[in-house]
């Protein structure tokens, strides 16, 4: 085995991110709830003839789901390091099917506790 002189081998620790993974299941049911409650009012309130008001509720359950979904894509594409305050790269690991964030500052691969749906 030939191994060229002045090789750098970087050795990145695996270690799983303390609070985004909470912080995103936590966000993700509240929203979630949020968007349930305004569809239903809106369609208690279109049924009951107050069309204005169930068509506020409508346009706000139909602008929630796309700015819940942007701000969590967001969220997930910044996130910050627990150890040095850094912003992460995060990035999605295929083979394990879930998402990590790389801190190039500390060499630690975070595992940010996000899975990702297997589709095939
Ligand atoms: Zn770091």
Redesign the pocket.
């Known amino acids: 085995m030939f191994l060229c002189e002045g090789t750098i081998l970087v050795i990145m620790t695996h270690d799983t991110h303390p609070t985004f993974g909470k912080w995103f299941q936590r966000f993700f049911i509240r929203a979630w709830l949020i968007i349930v409650a305004l569809f239903i009012f809106g369609l208690l309130l279109l049924k009951n003839n107050l069309s204005t008001l169930g068509a506020i509720f409508a346009i706000s359950f139909g602008l929630s789901v796309p700015l819940v979904i942007c701000y969590l894509i967001y969220k997930l594409y910044h996130i910050e ?1 627990p ?2 305050h ?1 912003p992460l790269t995060t990035r999605k690991n295929r083979k394990m099917s879930k998402y990590e964030a790389t ?1 190039d ?2 060499m ?1 691969v975070w595992d940010v506790g996000i899975g990702i749906g297997t589709s095939d």
């Open positions: 390091c150890n040095c850094m801190c500052r500390c630690i």
